[in-house]
């Protein structure tokens, strides 16, 4: 039985804590990337971005630019600063750029 002088957990809590349990946090994340990308890249990356992916903190993308992707692919270091700097935590830790 539960104390009643314990506190109920906050909602953001409790979804916290779904989000782990069933696996959702990283399905999330790949939303809220896939959202913010014009934001974290700016319109020019975002409109040549033909796919963002993240599986086990690695975040996959594809370009249709041939020259943007080798761009991208040289940048990746300063990408992956940029995308977890956005969220304040670290969302990816490696990119893919193919």
């Known amino acids: 039985m539960r104390n ?8 953001a809590s ?4 779904m989000y782990k349990r ?5 399905k999330a994340s790949e939303i809220n990337i896939k959202k913010d990308w014009e ?16 599986k086990s903190k690695t975040l ?6 041939p020259p943007l992707k080798n761009e991208m692919f040289l940048q990746r ?4 600063a940029k995308v977890n700097e956005h969220f304040g935590l670290v969302v ?5 750029v193919g």
């Open 4 to 11: 009643p002088k314990d506190k109920d957990p906050s909602i």
């Open 14 to 17: 409790v979804l916290q804590s």
């Open 22 to 26: 069933y696996r959702l946090d990283v």
């Open 39 to 54: 934001s974290i890249v700016g319109p020019l990356i975002a409109k040549h971005t033909v796919q963002i992916e993240l």
């Open 60 to 65: 996959y993308l594809k370009f249709d630019n």
């Open 77 to 80: 270091d300063l990408l992956l």
């Open 92 to 96: 990816a830790e490696k990119i893919f």
